[in-house]
């Protein structure tokens, strides 16, 4: 069973920058996907950014330049770098691992980041 476990949120003020962590007990993590998705109150959960096995990263419109995604694969860590925070930013942000060729798709269980304005 994979296990995701995320850590870093917590309560800042709108301009700071905080550093989500997610930590993966699997052997597949290396040739897996890793993402950060986020849920605010009412609203649907999105994806934020996304690293794929090769390094490749995509990110959602509004935090391009702002947030960076990064992996560690001996480390078996992938990382939300976010700077210059928005209270738009404040949310639930879960991990999330997929791996199709093995039907892998893992979620953490969320950290919660709050930003005030």
């Known amino acids: 069973q994979v296990q995701l476990v995320e850590s870093g949120g917590g309560l800042v003020q709108a301009g700071e920058s905080l550093r989500l962590s997610c930590a993966a007990s699997?052997?597949?993590?290396?040739?897996?996907?890793m993402a950060w998705y986020r849920q605010a109150p009412g609203k649907q959960r999105e994806l934020v950014a996304l690293i794929s096995r090769g390094g490749m990263t995509n990110y959602l419109d509004s935090v391009e330049g702002r947030f960076t995604i990064s992996r560690d694969n001996v480390k078996n860590t992938v990382a939300l770098q976010m700077n210059s925070l928005k209270f738009e930013d404040t949310a639930v942000y879960y991990c999330?691992?997929?791996?199709?060729?093995?039907?892998?798709?893992?979620w953490g269980q969320g950290t919660q980041v709050t930003v005030s304005s």
């Open positions: 699997t052997t597949i993590f290396s040739i897996s996907t």
């Open positions: 999330r691992l997929v791996n199709p060729l093995v039907k892998a798709d893992y």
